[in-house]
């Protein structure tokens, strides 16, 4: 993902870059404390809870790479771009050979509420089905109780395929499909 260009968005100029712990660490702690976010990733505490979740994906063999999400030079949001038919994920749907998962979450209170997820959502998803050509699809499971992360998952043009039962929640099966993505224009975006 390092190499993948920035996008023009109506927000700013996006791109994506891999998280470096020693960098993006206090940050993303930061974040992952903001009672918000905790509800739904379940890693606030001190640093080493967060360097837990990111270590092994760094360590691991590329299947999920953490990201900072910087609009216009600034990190604020936090995106994990997943292989989701070699995920555990893919025993409780359908999966398909390369489907790319997404997680995401925006940092900063001033960043939510605002449509920036659904533009920025739309813009990621993209970036995956251009840059992953063996990717029919993009697919996310957020929690159903996170009701405006599943409504900026379908402002992204995102259909609901399912209600998933996982683990740890019971989630909403989201998926983007490359065959309508010349007919989701940014612009058809709210």
Known sequence: MATWAPVSTAAGTFRLVPVRIERDLPLLGHWMNDPAVAAFWQLAGPASVTEGHLRPQMEGDGRSVPCLGVLDGTPMSYWEIYRAD???LARHYPARPHDTGV???IGGVADRGRGIGSLLLHAVADLVLENRPACSRVIAEPDLR???SVAAFL???FRFAAELDLPDKR???MVRDRALRRVLRPDHVQ
Request: net charge negative.
């Open 103 to 105: 997680h995401l979450l």
């Open 86 to 88: 070699l995920d555990p």
């Open 146 to 148: 996170n009701t405006p």
């Open 155 to 157: 402002s992204a043009g």
């Open 171 to 173: 989630a909403a099966l």
